[in-house]
């Protein structure tokens, strides 16, 4: 279990420059979730996919973002024409699907901050 | 999606028991309780889920009561390095999981 791994852990950009992370999940789950945290908060769901099926996408979630897992293991977020209040860690979590006891595992994140 | 209601923050000091308590009165039948521990500049990590009665772990203990209103999450003999944000979650297997504010919990020596 080499566990979730996003890249990069940080980065910073310019307002209205696009951005995009990975997150490439364990090996095995087919779940795979998005989340957006800012300092203070918890995680707030962006989305998720089954396999490459995105499920459901967060209503608070903009037009500017776009989440894709085209072969079903790893996943890209971007985010386009970035905002300073886009500045946030996001995280990645991945899950086996239909089994019990089966939490969600997350990655360590990538901080991003927008000037 | 069931709501979470849980401390904002407690303290406690190190080699004492700490109990924090997450209310969860919307459970639904096949909802199940989970709890996650995350420092900072770090992703959450599981600890304990457990859908009724007591579940213990090297970690942990999570202590529901018969009706599901609530979850206890007991954590004995805690050190300096048990200071974290402990969340509380409650939905479906695997299903949308909605993340509160969580309990800044603060161990003192």
């Known amino acids: 279990d080499t566990g979730v791994s996003q890249d990069p852990r940080h980065k910073i950009t310019k307002r209205g420059q696009n951005v995009t992370f990975r997150c490439d999940p364990i090996?095995?789950?087919?779940?795979l979730y998005w989340y957006r945290q800012t300092l203070g908060q918890g995680p707030e769901f962006l989305t998720y996919?089954?396999?490459?099926?995105?499920?459901?996408k967060s209503r608070l979630l903009s037009d500017r973002f776009s989440a894709e897992r085209p072969k079903g293991s790893f996943s890209t977020l971007e985010i386009q024409r970035t905002e300073q209040g886009d500045s946030a860690m996001y995280l990645c979590?991945?899950?086996?699907?239909?089994?019990?006891?089966?939490?969600?595992?997350f990655g360590n994140g990538t901080r991003l901050t927008v000037t | 999606l069931a709501k979470t209601t849980q401390p904002i923050s407690m303290d406690s000091y190190e080699g004492q028991e700490v109990n924090i308590t997450c209310s969860h009165n919307n459970i639904a039948t096949n909802d199940y309780i989970t709890w996650y521990q995350q420092f900072p500049s770090q992703g959450p990590r599981f600890i304990i889920q457990?859908?009724?009665t007591k579940v213990t772990n090297e970690v942990a203990s999570l202590f529901i009561p018969a009706d599901r209103k609530s979850s206890t999450l007991s954590l004995p003999r805690v050190s300096l390095s048990d200071t974290a944000v402990y969340y509380c979650l409650v939905a479906p297997q695997n299903d949308k999981i909605i993340f509160g504010k969580g309990t800044r919990l603060h161990i003192l020596p």
């Open positions: 090996s095995e789950h087919n779940r």
């Open positions: 996919f089954q396999n490459e099926a995105q499920l459901e």
């Open positions: 979590a991945s899950s086996p699907q239909g089994q019990s006891d089966s939490p969600l595992h």
């Open positions: 457990g859908y009724k």
